[in-house]
């Protein structure tokens, strides 16, 4: 075996086709990302395994006894069967199958002990394991060495994959712990000292082979420890150089634009609101770039205070641009920023104020001819606002002079697609990145911890409550009275919401709707995801494909069937009913939400396409089908869109045949408006990779040993970010440091890797 080093490829250590399967399916290139995949459990070899609790196709590890072994001819071949009952401590048992007894029925005698490793099957009444690999403690082939080993240490259980199993995943760590020839610290000495963690080699240990009385938890910390302490270096640099950047001063003129702007509101703003505003304004006086982060609750008013900032940049002379995830929420901020500024926002016409500016929208699909006059406006300076999606990063797109970057819906966006626009600036504009998502601390920490964070938690007047229950789909009742609860707002002369988790297929209209007749679904029906796809969608729900309770996907419910069914329910007679996705061109979904907005529209069945953004004050209603394949952030969103007007609001989350963690989300969302705890929740539930996507790396999880929702990892990331910013502050090229600048350049390979692959 050569002498490896972390940065190995795993090909070094075992065959290519081993390799592939890691790199596949655990995300595993190098030793170094062997040494992070770390054991889901641990066992004794002297305590065996409760063989009641197996169930058929599980894949296991169990520690157990040999009972009795016996053999027999085969009936239709040469050769022996080798047929094992092994057992445990309460007389449960387990047959294990060999069809050829070469090999076996030398070692397999009673009372021998050892691990069986297998897919747990059923032969009769019996649960079975074929052809299991296994060990045995008391193995003489192993030597005395491996037999002592199991007496003294605990044997670490890893997750499994195809071929390579626990037993085998286990000898490859070994084989590189022993092999390795130095481990790597990229947490300084000092540090290390003064929060009491040990070094990364003994951490290590921990954590892969721990003796009987060694406690692997303090070697998982300091993987803990290592993990945000790098992440908070990341961040820590991209705040230092920030704060060397020198922006242009934004000094709003008084009397201008937004004084005038303020005098027309036609309510009040809350003190978070105010607060807020005076906050963004002193950062765009300053000529440090202003990075922050703005967060609030659905519905908290976080477009008037961006809209604020952005006309006092226009005052003092720039322009703002404001990025948005979708086509359907680019036109809607476009929309509700022309309405509310009426005709400030009629720069140079005929009837404008003389304090009136130009809004302007570019997105991908709009025709040549718009498109270009919103280059030109944006290029010349006439429009003080430019609104638009991906469109406003492309490289031939200009300003005459970018002073505030606006970017609405953060999480959807990659730090290098808010860097490519801020690029656009003659000097690095300000930035304000919102979010309706919220954010707990950890989250905050981990992944805009580059950026100062305020927070709307206060709702402005004339907010409405709103009243969600769980609709069990199966009770054939309960789906008729919720077409009767809309048809009921309806009458009122209220509109509604009917969420479904893809599109379908136009030409088919009959079949998936929930409490409809079933239907079929093919690769062509899948709604396009965001990292699928480089467009200005985001249909599709979070959970769609799977209900995360290991039960089988089950058929999902598409816009256009449920179109179907709702216009064939005696309930709907008379309703106006009609669909929006993000598959429609640009001028279709525009003309949709106009005439939902100008209540033409009583029902209107759409894809997630309307969770931000959408703000249609007389809609009172909203049924979301399928509701168990949407996780609780993405529910929170959706019923946000309701209860924005003087009528309180009604959300039915719509469910068929939900498993046990399903349902528990559902009773979440359904118990509380509570985002924050909502968003904390949906931390515990989801885990990291689905709530933050791939903001930092390009593995499935932003994060792989912490947990966002624990407050002792918080405590943790608390510690990191501290050690980090000072080390940063003194040290901003890390020239002292090789050992973590190694550990943040590949972490940031990693996050390259995933933009190429995005883009």
């Not at 004794?44 to 053999?71: F, I």
């Not at 429609?584 to 033409?600: I, N």
């Not at 009604?650 to 498993?659: N, V």
Request: with cysteine; net charge negative.
């Amino acid at each position: 075996m050569p002498v490896l080093t972390e940065d190995s490829p795993l090909t070094k250590l075992v065959k290519k086709n081993e390799a592939e399967q890691l790199a596949r399916t655990k995300g595993l290139l190098s030793v170094a990302d062997l040494f992070e995949f770390v054991p889901r459990r641990y066992v004794r070899p002297g305590q065996l395994t409760d063989l009641s609790s197996l169930h058929v196709g599980e894949d296991v590890l169990v520690v157990a006894e040999v009972k009795k072994a016996t053999t027999r001819p085969m009936r239709n071949r040469r050769g022996k069967m080798l047929t094992v009952v092994i057992g445990d401590d309460l007389g449960n048992e387990l047959d294990v199958t060999f069809f050829s007894a070469y090999g076996h029925e030398g070692k397999l005698k009673p009372g021998a002990r050892g691990f069986f490793v297998g897919q747990i099957g059923a032969y009769g009444r019996r649960l079975q394991l074929t052809h299991p690999e296994y060990e045995l403690f008391d193995d003489e082939e192993a030597g005395e060495a491996a037999v002592e080993w199991y007496r003294t240490h605990r044997v670490p259980v890893y997750s499994t994959t195809g071929k390579l199993n626990s037993l085998r995943l286990r000898k490859l760590v070994h084989t590189a712990l022993d092999t390795v020839d130095r481990i790597r610290e990229p947490v300084p000495e000092d540090v290390r000292v003064a929060r009491g963690l040990v070094d990364r080699a003994v951490a290590l240990e921990l954590v892969h082979r721990p003796a009987v009385d060694d406690q692997p938890s303090r070697g998982l910390d300091r993987l803990k420890f290592d993990e945000a302490f790098v992440l908070q270096t990341i961040l820590a640099q991209r705040r230092k150089a920030a704060e060397s950047e020198l922006a242009t001063p934004r000094h709003p003129r008084p009397g201008g634009l937004l004084a005038a702007f303020d005098a027309r509101l036609p309510f009040e703003l809350t003190e978070g609101q105010r607060e807020i505003g005076e906050v963004l304004a002193a950062e765009l006086a300053s000529e440090r770039p202003m990075h922050r982060l703005l967060q609030g609750e659905v519905g908290s008013g976080k477009t008037v205070v961006a809209l604020r900032a952005m006309l006092a940049a226009i005052d003092a002379g720039g322009q703002a641009a404001l990025l948005a995830p979708t086509e359907v929420l680019a036109a809607q901020h476009h929309r509700s920023i022309t309405t509310m500024l009426g005709d400030l926002a009629q720069g140079g016409m005929l009837g404008g104020s003389e304090f009136g500016t130009n809004v302007a929208l570019l997105t991908g699909s709009q025709n040549t001819a718009a498109r270009r006059r919103s280059l030109l406006d944006a290029a010349s300076g006439s429009a003080g606002i430019v609104v638009g999606t991906h469109a406003l990063i492309q490289k031939h797109v200009q300003f005459a002079d970018l002073a505030l970057v606006v970017v609405d819906e953060q999480h959807r966006f990659g730090v290098e697609q808010r860097d490519a626009l801020r690029e656009k600036g003659i000097r690095p504009p300000h930035v304000l990145v919102m979010t309706a998502t919220p954010i707990p601390r950890t989250v905050a920490m981990t992944v805009f911890g580059d950026m100062e964070t305020s927070t709307l938690r206060e709702l402005p007047r004339g907010r409405s409550p709103i009243t969600t229950h769980v609709v069990d789909a199966d009770r054939t009742g309960w789906v008729d009275r919720t077409w009767q609860r809309v048809a009921e707002e309806v009458a009122k002369g209220h509109q509604a919401y009917v969420v479904c988790p893809r599109i379908g297929d136009v030409d088919n209209e009959s079949g998936g709707a929930v409490g409809g007749a079933s239907g079929t679904r093919d690769s062509s029906d899948e709604d396009a995801g965001w990292d699928a796809h480089w467009d200005d969608e985001e249909d599709g729900a979070d959970g769609a494909g799977g209900d995360g309770d290991g039960g089988p996907a089950k058929e999902l419910t598409g816009v256009y069937a449920m179109l179907s069914t709702l216009r064939a329910t005696p309930a709907l007679e008379g309703v106006r009913i009609d669909v929006l996705h993000g598959r429609l061109d640009a001028d279709a979904k525009d003309a949709t939400m106009r005439a939902f907005s100008a209540g033409e529209i009583d029902v209107l069945v759409a894809t997630t396409v309307i969770e931000v953004g959408v703000d249609v004050p007389n809609a009172s209603v909203m049924v979301v089908v399928d509701a168990d394949r949407f996780g609780i952030s993405q529910l929170h969103q959706l019923r946000g869109r309701v209860g924005r007007g003087a009528v309180p609001g009604l959300c039915l989350l719509m469910t068929q045949g939900a498993g046990e963690r399903a349902a528990e989300r559902l009773d979440q969302v359904a118990s509380t408006t509570d985002g924050f705890e909502l968003a904390r929740a949906d931390l515990l539930l989801r885990r990291e990779g689905d709530v933050l996507g791939a903001r930092q790396s390009g593995r499935g999880n932003s994060v792989r040993h912490l947990r966002l929702g624990r407050v002792e990892d918080e405590q943790i990331i608390a510690d990191a970010r501290e050690d980090a910013f000072a080390l940063v502050d003194r040290d901003p090229g890390l020239r002292e440091h090789p050992a973590l600048a190694a550990a943040v350049a590949m972490r940031l390979d990693e996050e390259q890797a995933a933009w190429l692959e995005r883009g």
